[in-house]
Each structure stands twice: as C-alpha cells, then as structure tokens.
C-alpha cells in the first residue's frame, strides 16, 4: 500500500520541443557548478565576478532538481495557461493588478504589453509572491500548491543564496551581505513565476521585426530561469550585438537586474536581453517558461554597498526603497508612453523612474 506522500496529484505532461538545429550565434557564458563542496564552490567567485560585470549572465548546472523532477515542475507550469484546465472566465478573477498595485501577483494575460507599432505580446504569465498563501490561486492549481512552495524554498536556499554569497565575496564584502537583504519569511515580493509564449501571426512578425518581448533590464536583484529548449532568448552583449542564450539540458540561466546594479555600485551589470521569434524549425512552437525573480526585502534601500561605487544612479541619501523600484516598474512596464533616446531614433526608448533614465530596446 502507498503512503499518502507518495500520491501526487495527476497533471497532463508537457513535452517539451526538439532543440533547435539552426546555427545560432550564441554567447559565449560560464557556467557555476552549485553542487561543489564549499571551498571549490567559493573558488568560483572570480568567474562570477567576471561574468557579472560583463555578460551580466551566467549558466548554473546541478541545481537540486533532476531531469525527470524538472519535466514535473514544466508539467506543473503548464496548468494555469490550458484552457481546458482553466477557463479564460476563471484566468480574469486571477487577473494581476500591476497598474495600480504594483503588484505582479497573478495573470499577465495577453495582449497587456505595448510592444511596437501597434504590436501587442502574446505570452502569459503567471506569477505567485514566494509566500504562496497571499493571494487564492485557480482551483486547478490547488492541489499543486505544496510541490510549487516546496521549489520556492528550494530556489531560495539551494540557488539564490549560494549565488548571492559569491557575488558578495566578489566586491570583498562579508559573504551573507546580500543574503541577509533576501529572507525569505520578509516582506517582499520575489516570485515564482510560470510563462507562455503563444506563436505571432505573420503580420505581427513583420511589424515587430520578430521582437516578442522588447529588449529590457529585470527590476529584481537576480533572476533565474529554468532552460528550456526553444530558443528565442537573447542578451545584448558588450560589443553592442545581440545573441542567443543556448538552451543546456537542465541548467539554469542567471542573470543581475535594476536592483543588483544599484547595490553593487555599477559593478554588476543589469543585462539587457529580448525574446524574439524562435529560428524556423521551432515556429509554431509553444514556449514555456519557468522562472525565480529575486527582489531583496522591501525595506532594502537601493544604495551602493561597496565604498568605491563605480556609478551611482540616485543621488546619495535618496536611493529608493526595493519596494518603491518596484512598484514603479511593474506599474509601468508595457503601458507607459516612452520617448525615444536623444540620437538612437529607432532603436532606443526610454522614461525616467525617479531620477533614472530606464531603456527599453527595439
Ligand atoms: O522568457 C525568457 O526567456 C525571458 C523572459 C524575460 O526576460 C522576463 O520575463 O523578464
Ligand atoms: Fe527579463
């Protein structure tokens, strides 16, 4: 007879796509290994130094989940995007109120963000607070709850802490600096977040010129995201072009936001990236995504802590707080008017939150 424990509830298995067999031009990113024992583990600070104030991007291999406890979690990701599972009717009542919350609790439908003359996005997003008891979820994902709360905590101490703690020892600060900004029963609003990209019609393509998701920055500290295998990923590298994120089996993909930059003092880069079409062999594919957006404690102002910042972006002593960033952010992104950046017509918008100009790239 089986325990209890064992008994998970059924969901329909998602099958992933083929990766794609286009030569890409892809970036050149290092990888952390998070399962070495602690000396060798800590030995990889210069690296991640060095990644960081480059690419802004890094590859994480031997997180704790397996292959087959992934293809469970991807499983699990797809529930609140299937029709069938839950009715747009149901989607509406869950619907996020970022504009006037700042909040990005709940569904992104689609159609919600401005992309480019006239082009609107087709990807949904779900997203739940890290404390997953703050706000009701659809009843198809009920009964999920425990095995989603389950991989917060596991993306909370098994990944972002350890990765926080190298980034700290980089700028040869004390190495739970950035961990005691990120408790995980403080307030705040890290999130889990599960993603649906819905192919565009051919129309929309040729407005946008591919581009699904405008290039941007993450408002966060540090994201990570769950590789998987259609490509449509790209970072902006330092020499100005654009290149693909390759998927690697079971690997996470990390990289710094807003908020990192600002408490590094400019040393780590808040890298832009973009989703954009997927190469031919993988069109018409739906791409699903899973993903941790780190954000420190609300209360953490975001003011160098190194004592030689190499940029500040607010003047001293009026740094907003991690919860005023991103209260702002998550309220205007995709809706704002943008203007257009002074000599890069075309390609670059921009707004001013705060004192800071934030770009949004074509
Ligand atoms: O889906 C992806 O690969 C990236 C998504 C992303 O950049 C975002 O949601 O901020
Ligand atoms: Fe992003």
Redesign the pocket.
């Known amino acids: 007879m089986s325990s209890i424990s064992e008994e998970r509830p059924s969901v329909p298995l998602w099958t992933p796509a083929e990766p794609t067999k286009s030569e890409l031009e892809y970036a050149d990113l290092p990888t952390v290994d998070l399962s070495l024992p602690r000396d060798e583990f800590l030995g990889q600070v210069d690296m991640v130094k060095k990644a960081m104030e480059t690419h802004g991007f890094l590859y994480c291999v031997n997180h704790p989940y397996t292959v087959e406890e992934m293809s469970r979690i991807f499983s699990i990701a797809d529930v609140p995007f299937r029709e069938d599972l839950v009715p747009l009717e149901e989607k509406k009542k869950y619907e996020g109120t970022m504009k006037v919350s700042g909040s990005y609790q709940g569904y992104k439908l689609r159609e919600y963000w401005h992309i480019d003359k006239g082009v609107r996005d087709q990807?949904e997003?779900y997203n739940m607070n890290r404390d997953l008891s703050k706000r009701a979820h659809p009843t198809a994902l009920r009964p999920l709850l425990p095995e989603i709360q389950k991989f917060t905590r596991s993306n909370h101490f098994e990944v972002l802490h350890p990765i926080l703690r190298l980034l700290a020892l980089g700028l040869d600060l004390p190495e739970n600096t950035f961990v005691d900004m990120h408790g995980f029963d403080n307030a705040g609003e890290t999130y889990v977040?599960f993603?649906k990209?819905f192919p565009h019609t051919e129309e929309d393509e040729a407005k946008s010129g591919g581009v699904w998701?405008k290039g941007?920055t993450?408002f966060g500290t540090i994201?990570v995201?769950y590789s998987q295998p259609v490509s449509?990923?790209q970072i902006l590298s330092p020499d100005g072009k654009w290149r693909w994120?390759k998927h690697v089996e079971n690997a996470l993909?990390i990289n710094a936001g807003d908020a990192m930059e600002f408490l590094s003092g400019g040393i780590y880069r808040a890298t832009i990236?973009?989703?954009v079409q997927p190469p031919p062999d993988q069109r018409n594919k739906e791409?699903l995504?899973v993903?941790y957006?780190a954000l420190s404690d609300d209360n953490v102002k975001l003011a160098p802590v190194v004592p030689n910042p190499r940029e500040r972006r607010f003047e001293h002593g009026k740094e907003p707080t991690m919860e005023v960033w991103r209260k702002e952010r998550t309220s205007r992104y995709g809706q704002s008017e943008l203007r257009m950046a002074p000599g890069k017509e075309g390609r670059e918008e921009e707004e001013e939150i705060g004192g800071i100009v934030v770009k949004h790239y074509r």
């Open positions: 990807v997003v977040r993603m990209y998701l941007h993450d994201t995201l449509a990923l994120v993909v990236h973009r989703v791409r995504g993903y957006f």
